[in-house]
C-alpha cells in the first residue's frame, strides 16, 4: 500500500509540476541572444528570413512531498526575424509548392501540377538543352572558323615551326642548355653519395644542395636573356628546369628525412608498398605475395644510384619515393591511344595559333596603340575563345595524353594528374586539382613544413601562391627580356579572390564555379594582350605598323 501511496502522490506532484510548467510559461521570461550557427537554414544562404538565435529561459518553482523548493530553467529556442524580414513583403518568402487538394475524379484531365520549368515541379532533365547548346556552340565556332579562313585564308603550316628553330642561330643554346640539366642532376647524386659515407655534414649538404638548385636556375636563365633565343623554345626550356629543380628540392628533401630516420633510431621506414594496377578494361588482375613484394621494396641507402634518380627523373611527378607504385605490364593500346592523341593534338594546336592567335593579335596592335579602349575590349572578347579552347586542348593534351605516356612507359602506377577542378566551386580548389603534381610537391614541401613551424593556414597558402606567381613570371618575363610583373600580379591577385570565395557562403557553388570560369576565359587574353603591348612597345618603340610572325 505504501508503495501505491507513492505512485499517486508521484503522479499527482507530476501533473501539478505540469500544470505549474504551462502556466509560467506564460509569464514574462528574461531572453539572451546567442550568435548565430548551424541552426540557421541552409536554404537561405543570405540570411534573408533568419535573424539571431533567441533562447527564452523560463523559470519555473516546483514543489515536492516535502515543500521543498526546486528551480528549473526552461528553454525553447525562437527565431528573430531580421531586418529583411521584418521590412520586406511576407509573399516573397512564401513556399513555391503548390497547395494541393484531395483528387475527386481520377478520371479527370486536368490535375494540380506545377510547368516543367518551375523549381517546385520537381523536373530535373534538361539532357535535349544541354544538346542544343552544345549544337549552337559548335554552329557558333564554325562560323568563325568560316570567316577566319574566308579573311585569312588557310595560314596554318607545321614546317614553319621547324623552319622557325633551324632559322633561329641562338635556338641551339637552349639544346645545350638542356642537356646541362644533367650536371646538376648528377651533382646533387654525388652530395647523397657524400652523404652515406660521412664525409659531409647536414649543414655543409644543405647548403651545397641549396647552390645546386639556384644556380640550375639562374645560370640557363642568365644565358637566355643575354642571347635572347626565340622566346617559345626559351620558355620551354625553362619549363624543364623549374621541373627538374622541384624534383631536386624534394630528391634531398625525403633523404634527409631518411637518414634523421636512421639516426633517431626509430622503427618506422619510408618504405611502400608497391601496387599493380587493373587492365585497360579493369577485369584482369596481377596477385603478388608478399614475399615478392619485400624482394621488391627500396630502402635508403640502396635508392642512392644514377637508375633510382633518373627514373624519378623522367618519372610525371615532383615528389620523391623511395617506391613508387608500378604497373604489372605496359598497355600496348593505352600508349598507342595516347600517342596518337600526343601528335594529333600537338598539331592542332600549333595550327590554332597560326591561324586564330596571331591574326586576333595582330589586328589588336592599332587598337592597343591608339588605346581605343572600346576596341580593345571587342579585341579582348574575340581573342578569349579561340585562347581558352587552345587552353583546354593543351591541358588535355599534356596532362592526360603527354603524362600518361611517360606513365605508360615508366609502369608508373599513380595517374591522378588532375581531378576535377571543372567542377571547382573555390578559387583554391581550383589550383589544388588542375595540376595535382604541382599541388602535392607545394603540400609537403612548403605548406606543411610552414605549419610545422608555426605560421598559419593563411600565411602558408600565401607562401604557396608566391612561389607558383614567381614561377609564371620567371616562364615569361626572362625570355621576353622584360619585367612588367602581370603574370606574378595575376597569381597574387588570386589570394584575395581564394579568402572572398572560402568566407563568404554566396560566392560558392555556382556562383564559386562562375567566378573560376570567368578569371580563365578572361584572365589570360588580358595578360596576352598586355605583355605583347610591353614587349613591342620596348623592343620596337611602337605598335603601329607591327606585325606577329612565327619568323
Not at 46 to 75: F, M, P, R, W, Y
Not at 145 to 158: C, D, H, S, T
Request: charged share 20%; aromatic share 14%; net charge positive.
Amino acid at each position: 500500500m505504501a508503495a501505491v501511496g507513492n505512485g499517486l502522490t508521484s503522479s499527482v506532484n507530476t501533473g501539478k509540476l505540469a500544470s505549474l510548467r504551462q502556466r509560467k510559461s506564460k509569464q514574462d521570461s528574461k531572453t539572451r541572444v546567442v550568435s548565430e550557427d548551424n541552426r540557421t537554414v541552409a536554404s537561405d544562404p543570405l540570411n534573408l528570413s533568419v535573424g539571431a538565435v533567441i533562447i527564452k529561459e523560463s523559470i519555473v518553482k516546483e514543489s515536492d512531498t516535502n515543500n521543498l523548493v526546486k528551480t528549473t530553467v526552461i528553454q525553447e529556442t525562437v527565431t528573430e526575424k531580421s531586418f529583411f524580414r521584418r521590412n520586406l513583403p511576407e509573399w516573397i518568402y512564401e513556399p513555391e509548392y503548390m497547395m494541393q487538394g484531395k483528387e475527386k475524379d481520377p478520371y479527370s484531365v486536368h490535375r494540380h501540377a506545377d510547368s516543367f520549368f518551375s523549381t517546385s515541379s520537381g523536373f530535373t532533365n534538361y539532357r535535349g538543352l544541354l544538346n542544343l547548346c552544345l549544337i549552337l556552340l559548335v554552329v557558333s565556332n564554325s562560323r568563325l572558323v568560316l570567316e577566319n579562313i574566308i579573311k585569312y585564308g588557310i595560314l596554318a603550316n607545321p614546317i614553319d615551326w621547324v623552319h622557325l628553330f633551324l632559322k633561329q642561330p641562338y635556338s641551339w643554346p637552349n639544346v645545350l642548355l638542356f642537356l646541362s640539366i644533367n650536371i646538376f642532376i648528377l651533382f646533387s647524386l654525388s652530395l647523397e653519395h657524400l652523404y652515406i659515407k660521412r664525409y659531409l655534414s647536414e649543414r655543409l649538404g644543405a647548403i651545397l644542395q641549396a647552390l645546386n638548385v639556384a644556380t640550375l636556375l639562374s645560370l640557363p636563365a642568365t644565358i637566355i636573356y643575354i642571347l635572347h633565343p626565340n622566346p617559345i623554345f626559351s620558355s620551354v626550356l625553362l619549363s624543364f628546369v623549374t621541373v627538374v629543380s622541384l624534383k631536386l628540392i624534394s630528391y634531398a628533401c625525403v633523404n634527409k628525412w631518411c637518414r634523421d630516420n636512421l639516426k633517431n633510431d626509430a622503427k618506422k621506414d619510408f618504405r611502400r608498398r608497391k601496387t599493380v594496377s587493373v587492365s585497360e578494361n579493369g577485369d584482369q588482375k596481377t596477385k603478388v605475395s608478399n614475399d615478392e613484394m619485400k624482394d621488391y621494396l627500396v630502402t635508403y641507402p640502396d635508392n642512392i644510384n644514377f637508375k633510382d634518380l633518373y627514373y624519378f627523373i623522367i618519372a610525371p611527378t615532383l615528389v620523391y619515393e623511395l617506391n613508387f607504385p608500378r604497373s604489372a605490364r605496359i598497355r600496348k593500346r593505352f600508349l598507342v591511344k595516347r600517342i596518337v592523341e600526343m601528335l594529333f593534338l600537338s598539331q592542332l594546336i600549333m595550327a590554332l595559333i597560326q591561324q586564330w592567335i596571331i591574326p586576333t593579335v595582330n589586328n589588336a596592335m592599332k587598337p592597343l596603340a591608339d588605346m581605343a579602349l572600346y576596341r580593345v575590349a571587342e579585341r579582348l572578347l574575340k581573342l578569349s575563345i579561340p585562347n581558352h579552347f587552345i587552353w583546354l586542348l593543351f591541358f588535355y593534351w599534356f596532362f592526360h595524353s603527354t603524362l600518361n605516356v611517360i606513365a605508360e612507359v615508366l609502369r608508373f602506377g599513380d595517374r591522378v594528374f588532375y581531378r576535377d577542378w571543372w567542377n571547382a566551386e573555390t578559387v583554391s580548389r581550383f589550383w589544388q586539382d588542375w595540376n595535382v603534381p604541382v599541388h602535392r610537391w607545394a603540400l609537403r614541401h612548403l605548406y606543411k613544413p610552414m605549419m610545422r613551424a608555426g605560421f598559419s593556414k593563411v600565411n602558408a597558402s600565401i607562401a604557396v601562391f608566391f612561389l607558383s606567381a614567381f614561377f609564371h613570371e620567371y616562364l615569361l618575363s626572362i625570355p621576353l627580356r622584360m619585367f612588367k610583373i602581370w603574370a606574378f600580379s595575376a597569381m597574387i591577385g588570386q589570394v584575395p579572390l581564394a579568402l572572398l570565395t572560402s568566407k563568404y557562403k554566396f560566392l560558392q557553388g555556382t556562383w564559386g564555379n562562375v567566378i573560376m570560369w570567368l578569371s580563365l576565359i578572361m584572365g589570360q587574353p588580358i595578360a596576352i594582350l598586355a605583355y605583347v603591348h610591353d614587349y613591342y612597345i620596348i623592343n620596337m618603340g611602337t605598335l603601329h605598323n607591327q606585325t606577329m610572325t612565327l619568323a
